[in-house]
C-alpha cells in the first residue's frame, strides 16, 4: 500500500522570510529563479509546491544551501525516495 507524500504546509513562509532577508521583490526573486511572478506568489502561499530544480534555483538566490530549503518543503521520507530514484548508469567504454 503506498501513500502520498505531500510537501510540508508552510514552507511559502520560510521563503518568503528569507527573500525579505535579501531586500528582494517577489517579482526579482521570480526573474532570478526563471519563474513568473504568479508562480512565486503561490510557492509562497504554500499553494504550488516547487519541484526540487526549483528549490536548487531559489537555493543559491538566496544564498542558503539546497537541504536548508529542502527540509523546510519537502518530508524526510520523499527526499530519501528521491535519492533512491536518480541512480547513475555506468555505460561500458567502446
Known sequence: MSESISPLTNYGERIR?????QGMELEQLAELTETTPEMMNRIERSLAHPSFSMIERLAKVLGVPYEHLLRDIWPAQMIFQQEE?????DLPSS
Open 17 to 21: 522570510t528569507l527573500r525579505n532577508r
Open 85 to 89: 530514484d536518480q541512480k547513475i548508469i
